[in-house]
């Protein structure tokens, strides 16, 4: 088994849509970079600094599965208007939980930005 879930606008959950801010999406970069080298049992695999996505993992046993969750932060440089996206994806696992770990990003994304 496994799953996915995203952010959408189309969500009534506030954790579960795209966040938009007022800041640059350097800095918006900077502090997703910080905030996943702090997430307990989440590991960074790969930032693209280019493009403003970053990718990391977890693995929960037979009961989760492992998750890789792709943070995307859209925004024009030199502009303060950033949007912030969180796609999870689950491979094995019998209870994937993709929209806890949007939701357990976005929360931390409000808390350190907004």
């Not at 307990?40 to 280019?50: L, Y």
């Amino acid at each position: 088994m496994g799953g996915s879930f995203e952010t959408s606008d189309s969500h009534s959950a506030e954790h579960h849509r795209p966040i938009r801010v007022p800041v640059r999406r350097e800095h918006i970069w900077s502090a997703a970079l910080d905030m996943a080298a702090d997430m307990d049992g989440w590991e960074k695999v790969s930032a693209d600094e280019e493009n403003r996505v970053l990718v990391c993992s977890k693995k929960g046993g037979m009961v989760a599965g492992t998750a890789t969750i792709t943070i995307t932060i859209e925004g024009l440089e030199e502009v303060p208007s950033t949007t912030i996206h969180a796609k999870s994806e689950t491979q094995g696992g019998i209870m994937p939980r993709d929209k806890a770990n949007v939701a357990e990003f976005m929360k931390i994304f409000h808390r350190r930005i907004c």
